[in-house]
């Protein structure tokens, strides 16, 4: 039996608990034992702010070991596993901590507030032969596996464009604080990166202009241009100004030689040159839920993370990086 702690009871730790509680209600070997934050008696009868819908809005923790201070929980249960839906600025050095105590630990994105953390975090976990994955769940939605798919087995040729979106209202307390969260680009925008980068591997450069509406969050509109050496069009925007009943959104339309596909957050509609378009068939299941059965596969079975590996998940922070450089240039481009 797998037992697991869960640090962060904001609105990812809440997706995080929600699919705990349905791995176990499916018979997966793991049990959620305690839950930690620093004000866990406020949030266990509150509601949790986020882009997306969790299970519920007030949650009956009642069953669960409650604690203020991670180092209160660590002392008290024996634990295998540790999942952190913190802060950015913390990730790397809990991670490493965690790493060096012999806990596995599966880490909210971004991986790290800088590149340099988000590879010493990989390092350690190498180092203490310990399992360590990060929350990048485009890997694991249908709709990106869908078109990763369509990539690597060419159905309709090679890619010749592409263009990634996602765009919200911007959100509150320490994210609006670039020194702390990386903005819009590092927050939001790095799925999008990272998911690039997963598709058509690291851009030899990259250009980016952007703009600053909210005072000290950093860039929180911006636009990507990714340069690779088949001449392939790739962009991804990100926008944090949409305010009003906009809500979330996220999507990609991709072309190739002989069709192209669309994805419009729920749908992904393939329209082929040469015949009438259709609906993919997809997954049921997201990516939150997905990417946690996963990473619990791989301890159980002692295999290996290939999916999101924490190296290639330090790569997407880099390449954020090189984006960001490129803002503060004016769009000059840079090379990765």
């Given at each position: 039996?797998?037992?697991?702690?869960?640090?962060?009871?904001?609105?990812?730790?809440?997706?995080?608990?929600?699919?705990?509680?349905?791995?176990?209600?499916?018979?997966?070997?793991?049990?959620?034992?305690?839950?930690?934050?620093?004000?866990?008696?406020?949030?266990?009868?509150?509601?949790?702010?986020?882009?997306?819908?969790?299970?519920?809005?007030?949650?009956?923790?009642?069953?669960?070991?409650?604690?203020?201070?991670?180092?209160?929980?660590?002392?008290?249960?024996?634990?295998?596993?540790?999942?952190?839906?913190?802060?950015?600025?913390?990730?790397?050095?809990?991670?490493?901590?965690?790493?060096?105590?012999?806990?596995?630990?599966?880490?909210?994105?971004?991986?790290a507030?800088?590149?340099?953390?988000?590879?010493?975090?990989?390092?350690?976990?190498?180092?203490?032969?310990?399992?360590?994955?990060?929350?990048?769940?485009?890997?694991?939605?249908?709709?990106?596996?869908?078109?990763?798919?369509?990539?690597?087995?060419e159905?309709?040729?090679?890619?010749?464009?592409?263009?990634?979106?996602?765009?919200?209202?911007?959100?509150?307390?320490?994210?609006?604080d670039?020194?702390?969260?990386?903005?819009?680009l590092?927050?939001?925008?790095?799925?999008?990166?990272?998911?690039?980068?997963?598709?058509?591997?690291?851009?030899?450069?990259?250009?980016?202009?952007?703009?600053?509406?909210?005072?000290?969050?950093?860039?929180?509109?911006?636009?990507?241009?990714?340069?690779?050496?088949?001449?392939?069009?790739?962009?991804?925007?990100?926008?944090?100004?949409?305010?009003?009943?906009?809500?979330?959104y996220?999507?990609?339309?991709?072309?190739?030689?002989?069709?192209?596909?669309?994805?419009?957050?729920?749908?992904?509609?393939?329209?082929?040159?040469?015949?009438?378009?259709?609906?993919?068939?997809?997954?049921?299941?997201?990516?939150?839920?997905?990417?946690?059965?996963?990473?619990?596969g791989?301890?159980?079975?002692?295999?290996?993370?290939v999916?999101?590996?924490?190296?290639?998940?330090?790569?997407?922070?880099?390449?954020v990086?090189?984006?960001?450089?490129?803002?503060?240039?004016?769009?000059?481009?840079?090379?990765?």
């Amino acid at each position: 039996m797998l037992k697991i702690g869960l640090v962060g009871f904001g609105f990812m730790g809440r997706m995080h608990f929600d699919n705990y509680v349905r791995l176990m209600n499916e018979g997966q070997q793991i049990e959620l034992v305690a839950i930690c934050d620093l004000i866990i008696d406020e949030l266990k009868d509150s509601k949790a702010g986020g882009n997306m819908s969790t299970g519920q809005e007030v949650y009956d923790l009642s069953a669960y070991r409650l604690y203020d201070d991670i180092e209160k929980m660590v002392a008290a249960e024996e634990l295998d596993m540790i999942d952190l839906a913190v802060p950015t600025y913390i990730h790397a050095e809990m991670a490493c901590s965690l790493l060096e105590r012999g806990y596995h630990v599966f880490c909210e994105k971004p991986m790290a507030r800088h590149s340099a953390d988000a590879r010493k975090m990989a390092e350690t976990a190498r180092k203490h032969d310990r399992k360590l994955m990060i929350g990048q769940c485009l890997r694991f939605w249908p709709g990106y596996e869908y078109l990763k798919a369509t990539i690597e087995e060419e159905r309709f040729g090679k890619v010749t464009a592409g263009y990634f979106y996602r765009g919200s209202e911007a959100p509150k307390n320490w994210f609006l604080d670039e020194s702390l969260s990386g903005g819009a680009l590092l927050d939001m925008h790095i799925h999008d990166s990272d998911m690039i980068q997963w598709l058509f591997g690291t851009p030899e450069k990259v250009s980016t202009i952007g703009r600053n509406v909210i005072p000290g969050s950093g860039y929180d509109i911006a636009s990507t241009h990714y340069a690779y050496p088949d001449g392939k069009v790739i962009n991804s925007q990100v926008d944090w100004t949409l305010e009003g009943d906009h809500g979330f959104y996220m999507g990609y339309r991709v072309n190739f030689e002989r069709g192209n596909i669309v994805f419009d957050g729920g749908t992904v509609t393939v329209n082929p040159n040469d015949q009438p378009g259709f609906k993919a068939e997809l997954l049921a299941e997201d990516g939150y839920y997905r990417e946690l059965k996963h990473f619990i596969g791989a301890i159980e079975n002692h295999a290996d993370i290939v999916i999101c590996t924490p190296e290639s998940a330090a790569d997407s922070v880099a390449l954020v990086e090189g984006e960001k450089q490129s803002a503060e240039a004016g769009g000059a481009w840079i090379s990765l």
